[in-house]
């Protein structure tokens, strides 16, 4: 089957511009997760949804960063404006319900400038 | 905040080795998950343990659980250089997933 498919794979831009990430998840899966990843640390969620609606955001920070689920398929990850410690591998994953093993795309890695 | 401590840090060891890796957790969980990451990739699911099992074998992995310790362990038998990754643990509870900081193994051919 095919994998979590994310896009673009790198990004950099400079402070204060704006980044977009996009999500596509293994079809079936009703659990979407967003993590972020700093060099040398491990994941730490940002977002979880379940269908379309969120179940979890509680560690997003709402003031710049901010996702949707439309149709409860694909994802989009936004960050408006960007700074510097927003560097960092941007991970999607999917599950087919919130208590099973997670599979993860590939990441996109974004620099900020 | 991360609930996973792996530990150690990180584990150099030759082929054919065995290597452990441990992880501490604080609070109660549902479930305690294992992922590999290889440099510059993304996460793969290694395994998946639930609260009331004990222990858990897939392939040359071996997961054991002690929920009164708050631990886990992660033994990987006959070790080969392509299991040279950044293993996390991670804690389930209520439908989260917490990831710890990561044991970076080697093994060298």
């Known amino acids: 089957e095919a994998g979590v498919a994310q896009s673009p794979r790198y990004k950099i831009i400079e402070k204060r511009q704006s980044v977009a990430f996009w999500c596509n998840p293994i079809?079936?899966?009703?659990?979407l997760y967003w993590y972020q990843q700093i060099l040398g640390q491990g994941p730490k969620l940002l977002i979880q949804?379940?269908?379309?609606?969120?179940?979890?955001d509680s560690q997003l920070p709402k003031d710049r960063f901010s996702a949707e689920r439309l149709k409860g398929v694909d994802s989009t990850l936004k960050i408006q404006p960007a700074k510097l410690e927003d560097s960092a591998v941007y991970l999607c994953?999917?599950?087919?319900?919130?208590?099973?093993?997670?599979?993860f795309g590939p990441g996109t890695r974004l620099t900020v400038l | 905040s991360q609930q996973g401590e792996e530990d150690p840090q990180a584990l150099s060891i030759q082929e054919g080795e065995n290597a452990t890796m441990n992880c501490s957790y604080k609070?109660?969980?549902?479930?305690l998950q294992w992922y590999r990451q290889n440099s510059g990739r993304g996460l793969v699911h290694l395994i998946l343990i639930r609260s009331n099992e004990r222990e858990k074998h897939s392939g040359r992995l071996r997961v054991t659980l002690d929920t009164s310790k708050k631990s886990s362990s992660l033994l990987i038998t006959a070790s080969r250089a392509a299991d040279t990754a950044s293993y996390f643990c991670?804690?389930?509870?209520?439908?989260?997933?917490?990831f710890g900081e990561g044991t970076q193994l080697t093994v060298n051919p």
């Open positions: 994953a999917s599950s087919f319900t919130e208590y099973n093993e997670q599979f």
């Open positions: 991670a804690t389930g509870r209520n439908s989260r997933l917490t």
């Open positions: 609070t109660s969980i549902n479930n």
């Open positions: 949804f379940q269908n379309n609606g969120v179940v979890d």
């Open positions: 079809s079936g899966h009703a659990t």
